[in-house]
């Protein structure tokens, strides 16, 4: 696997490091324990990492030395893609022949990598875009930096050379088809997972256990007050009103993901309703990333400005476990992105049954079911999204319903069944006998 920009061992919501980097390595463990050994090459980002790490048996993390350490952002790594690429052949070369059976690359910058190493090693490239400029670029947030020309020459040039492109969504397939002619032959529909034994709901039982109760009523009132108990015990662990109203913004923070609607919406909460202030509250859990790294503290200032600094609470990026607590603490995650491939908070939130209030953008008419496992808003004004998430004030018990609903949705999205469907695109890449001759005649 090929991951130049952001490695597998950073942590998810800093820097550029988020969904991705969850999907490679729950991905990767997932493939590894299906007997697939995994080898994933990322750009060194320090002097003290090791050449090679152990990610876990069977996944091998291999650190290439490709510019400066550290001073480099995403937009400046397309100039060290040929040192990056002689990293890997050069690593390759130091094994026997037919080392690596096929590369599959993340995001374009590793996709250019892909071509060259599958071009010379004779073996398939899969693709997976996770994000695509021409998609990102037709739906901008104000003030947000367009995708490069560059890149969009870049994806284009990936998706002609991937023997296949894997998708997350079908909707995903329809625009790699519509906007890089990719070819029906090459696209495969794969839904990313969720770890479902570190995103679960609040109480110690398995996350089954209310659906399976349903037939008996004292069962389902145990199980609530269980998940109750549980959930005000977390709350009070992460310094959170008992009583309130959480809505929780968990990611990077950046003009994409519009944390900004969120702060809006609150506002416009309050002015009509200003009794919401002491029974409000809204943590937001990550750090600046992207085009956000230009003005670090503009979500602080734009909260300040807008009088909701004592209800906007501001978090630095935690790891998955108390990540996790934060999901269960939460009456709802609100995810207003302008573009997003599938949304794994989403699903990780479900998991924790805890409902989302999302953007109806990309890949999350798919991760939420629209008044089943939580809510979609179309379009981005803040007079809607507060109405929106009014009604979670005004109706108590609509949260609790969609949590309970979407804790059973996550569990469709384990990883191990998202590995054994990407085991499958391998295996008919592999097989393929367009590519069998083209080997055999270049051999």
Known sequence: MLSVHTSPL???????????????????????????????????????LAPTVELAPGVLVRHITA?????????????????????????????????????????????????????????PLIHTMHTMAKVKNAALAVDDTPEPAARI???????????????????????????????????????????????????????????????????????????????????????????????????????????DVLVRAVAEMLRRDPTLRDRLVVPVVGGPSGSGLARPESLHKLAAQLGVSD????????????LA??????????????SESFGLVALEAQACGTPVVAAAVGGLPVAVRDGETGLLV??????????????LIDDPGLAPRLGEAAARHAKAFGWAGAAADTAEVYTRALSDPARREAEQARR
Not at 168 to 183: C, F, P, S
Not at 311 to 322: A, I, K, L, S
Not at 325 to 338: G, I, K, N
Not at 381 to 388: L, Q, Y
């Open 67 to 123: 510019g400066p350490f550290e001073g480099l952002v995403k937009e400046d790594l397309p100039a060290q893609l040929c040192a990056f690429t002689h990293g890997v052949l050069r690593t390759e070369a130091g094994h026997r022949p037919g080392h690596y059976d096929l590369v599959h690359s993340h995001y374009w910058l590793s996709g250019q990598v892909g071509w060259l190493a599958s071009e010379r090693w004779g073996v």
């Open 378 to 391: 179309k379009g981005h004004d803040p007079r809607d999204w507060a109405v929106t998430l009014r009604r």
């Open 311 to 322: 209800v906007v609470r501001f978090h630095p990026p935690v790891g998955q476990t108390e």
């Open 325 to 338: 607590d934060w999901y269960r603490a939460a009456t709802a995650l609100v995810m207003p992105s302008h």
């Open 153 to 259: 020459i870049g994806e284009t040039q990936v998706v002609s050379a991937a023997d296949r492109l894997i998708a997350n969504t079908t909707e995903e397939a329809d625009q790699l088809a519509l906007h890089y002619e990719a070819r029906p032959d090459q696209l495969a529909v794969v839904h990313p997972g969720v770890n479902l034994e570190v995103f679960r709901p609040a109480s110690a039982a398995p996350t089954g256990v209310v659906g399976d109760a349903v037939s008996h009523p004292v069962g389902v009132r145990e199980a609530c007050a269980r998940e109750a108990g549980a959930r005000a015990a977390i709350r009070a662990r992460l310094g959170l009103p008992l009583d309130a109203t959480v809505l929780l913004f968990a990611g990077r923070i950046q003009p994409l993901k519009a944390p």
């Open 10 to 48: 950073h942590q998810p919501g800093t820097g550029d490091a988020g969904g991705m980097n969850v999907y490679i390595v729950e991905l990767s463990k997932r493939l590894a324990e299906q007997g697939i050994e995994v080898e994933i090459f990322t750009r060194t980002t320090s002097s003290d």
